[in-house]
């Protein structure tokens, strides 16, 4: 019998795309009782999304890790970021992204009653870290789940994703995910 006391806290991971989820979810799993939340309505165009959820699937079922699935409701997005359409990358337009991102991310791992949650945003070098953080630590307070606040792009993270994802196969795409980023 398993002892109470070694039992893994359980994190709910965002995903944003299966060559960063892979590295930080394998990562991370030896630490936690990960389950992978994909949420991003942001991805442009749906075939895109239907191509990295294909790929995340694959792999979350690859490392036996719980898979959820936000909805994919994109125009309800470019509502929320309307006026925002010209902003630069880590631009206010990113960081309405984020904030939307990590409050449904926050928001299920509250209803699955799941104590920690994260983003694998923070492993891009063209995601702004510290606004993930203050984003994920206001979300924290307000549904009363902790925020595990790591930028994993530290120690090269990043290039050890690129890495796997070359290791195992997987799809990269070249821009973020959004219409606006594929500028």
């Known amino acids: ?10 994190l709910l991971l965002h995903i944003c795309c299966i060559g960063c989820g892979a590295y930080v979810g394998k990562m991370l799993d030896e630490e936690f ?3 992978l939340f994909f949420y991003n309505p942001n991805i ?3 075939i895109e999304y239907k191509k990295r959820l294909e790929e995340i699937e694959r792999i979350a079922k690859h490392l036996s890790l719980p898979l959820y699935l936000g909805a994919y409701e994109h125009r309800s997005w470019l509502e929320s970021v309307r006026g925002h359409e010209t902003d630069k990358e880590k631009g206010e337009r990113c960081l309405i992204c984020y904030r939307e991102r990590l409050r449904e991310t926050a928001k299920m791992a509250q209803e699955k009653k799941i104590g920690f949650f994260s983003t694998t945003l923070t492993i891009s070098p063209h995601k702004d870290a510290r606004a993930i953080s203050g984003i994920g630590s206001d ?12 930028d994993f792009k530290k120690q090269d993270g990043f ?8 290791d195992l196969g997987l799809y990269r795409q070249n821009y973020c995910g959004c219409e606006f980023s594929r500028r």
């Open 33 to 35: 009782s990960v389950s």
């Open 139 to 150: 979300l924290s307070l307000k549904y009363n789940v902790k925020f595990l606040d790591r």
């Open 1 to 10: 019998m398993e002892n109470q006391s070694s039992k893994k806290a359980e």
């Open 44 to 46: 442009y165009p749906e």
């Open 159 to 166: 290039k050890k994703s690129v890495a796997l994802s070359h």
